[in-house]
């Protein structure tokens, strides 16, 4: 069986590799390099990421193919998990044992003094309120703000939701970002008390002490790259796909070189892997055809859209409801300080801040640290509907940032290095709906075609390892089911 993947994100990665053994497998890529937004590249001799940071353990595929690709040994695992918010202008320690800002510890909470004593009042009102009656898929901050009221909404769920998706908590579907809360709204009349048991019966799969996020020695962009040279798939990196067509028997997909360019040492190469770039391939810089049996898009919904809406406009069309944001990262060096304890501090909307998150890389990953007293400090800036800060050149918004974090932790210092990674177009927002929206688009794919990506399954490493997976077990049981047709 011949498989085409386009894109060498881990969705990608992960589906190249579901697939060694089992077909022949070309991985197209429009960049450079492989992994995506998997991205780690030396900063003052540090490697540190440029895009995604960590993996959730208790979703096991990040972790499960991070071992299959030898690199077991390597897992690390935060020295802290603690972190603060920043409410009027102070950090205060984020409550413990959250869902995603649903509180159901309530001394914990108490205790964060993180919502006034109006806030505490209001959220206690969720024991007595009846219940709550609303549609099918509510938004995050209707469902969450009708049980235990703005506050915990704003101050809580709101910076947690922007740290993951960069989106809003009135925007986002209940379903499809937080699944877990999805059964109380039928199961509980209390979302406080749901939330409590929903995490009891968690609790024996989670036990305490059990690390909730891990990171590979020497970078992600190393797990990518482990990940490629191991599908055993041929990568071609500088490729674009200008379409894809039906033929007699399978498909055809018409791609095209960016010219030739030496393959950059963190695209994989310097461990053996087969990336070459598409000109070298096909003697030029293009075009040409590829013939595959089966094609997995595992490309951002936009980008899947366009090239379905000549083969199969009918599964393109819900793909247009599938809006990204763009963010920008903002790595600041320092030496000699001292940070306030823990991994960092989210920033609420309602702060007025352009800095939304801050994570003290050095304290809260081991390998990170070094004997020459530096420090380094990563902030996100850019939320859905507010990219306005994200106009401003590098150097004003590494200002701003740093000026930011020093108003928040007291910090004095200078930062003696910046460095500025933007995201354009980066992270789906899951409107309402977004699920049936995604069921529909592959329900309509030809045989053949599959999608794969944090834009159907899931914005973390885990879910784009389970998304590319499932993508390259539907395009073999379609090449079974034509099998026994013939």
């Not at 011949?2 to 053994?21: M, N, Q």
């Not at 600041?332 to 609420?348: A, D, E, I, M």
């Not at 075609?449 to 073999?476: H, M, N, Q």
Request: glycine residues 12%; hydrophobic residues 45%.
């Amino acid at each position: 069986m011949r498989v085409v993947v386009v894109g060498a994100g881990i969705a990608g990665l992960a589906a190249a590799y579901a697939l060694r053994g089992q077909a022949q497998v070309t991985v197209v890529e429009s960049g450079d390099r492989v992994g995506g937004k998997l991205r780690t590249t030396p900063f003052e001799g540090l490697d540190v990421e440029e895009g995604a940071e960590s993996f959730l353990v208790r979703v096991p595929d990040a972790v499960r193919l991070a071992r299959h690709v030898g690199l077991g040994h390597d897992i690390v695992h935060p020295a802290t998990t603690t972190a603060a918010l920043l409410i009027s202008g102070r950090l205060r320690p984020l409550p413990p044992r959250t869902m995603l800002g649903v509180p159901t510890d309530a001394i914990g909470l108490i205790r964060s003094r993180v919502l006034s004593p109006a806030g505490l009042i209001r959220a206690a009102a969720d024991l007595v309120l009846p219940r709550t009656q609303l549609p099918a898929d509510p938004t995050v901050g209707n469902f969450v703000g009708a049980r235990v009221g703005r506050q915990v909404v704003e101050r809580l769920v709101d910076p947690l939701l922007g740290g993951v998706y960069a989106g809003r908590a009135d925007a986002m579907s209940l379903r499809a970002t937080v699944p877990q809360l999805t059964p109380i709204m039928s199961e509980s009349r209390s979302l406080l008390l749901g939330a409590y048991r929903v995490r009891a019966r968690t609790a024996p799969a989670d036990p305490a002490g059990t690390p909730m996020f891990a990171s590979v020695r020497g970078g992600l962009g190393r797990f990518a790259a482990a990940v490629a040279d191991a599908s055993e798939a041929k990568i071609l990196l500088g490729t674009s796909v200008r379409a894809v067509s039906p033929t007699p028997l399978g498909w055809r997909v018409s791609v095209v070189g960016s010219g030739p360019r030496a393959v950059p040492d963190d695209a994989g190469a310097d461990i053996g892997s087969d990336i070459a770039l598409g000109a070298d391939a096909a003697g030029g810089s293009g075009p040409w055809d590829i013939e595959a049996d089966a094609v997995i898009l595992a490309v951002p919904a936009h980008e899947a859209r366009k090239i379905l809406t000549s083969v199969a406009p009918y599964a393109a069309a819900p793909l247009a409801a599938v809006p990204y944001t763009s963010v920008a990262l903002i790595t600041l060096l320092y030496r000699g300080v001292r940070l306030p304890p823990g991994s960092g501090y989210l920033v609420p909307p309602r702060e007025g801040s352009v800095l939304k998150a801050a994570t003290f890389l050095s304290a809260k990953w081991p390998h990170l640290s070094t004997d020459a007293g530096l420090t380094v400090v990563r902030a996100s800036v850019g939320r859905a509907g507010d990219e306005g800060d994200l106009e401003r050149s590098d150097v004003e918004l590494a200002g701003v940032v740093a000026a930011e974090l020093a108003a928040a932790t007291g910090l004095a210092a200078r930062p003696l290095a910046s460095r500025v990674t933007r995201w354009d177009a980066a992270l789906p927002q899951y409107l309402p709906g977004h699920l049936e929206r995604t069921a529909a688009a592959r329900g309509m794919l030809p045989a053949g075609l599959a999608l794969a990506g944090a834009g159907y399954d899931g914005v973390g490493i885990a879910a784009c390892v389970r998304s590319g997976e499932a993508a390259a077990e539907t395009v073999l049981r379609s090449d079974d089911t034509v099998r026994v047709g013939q």
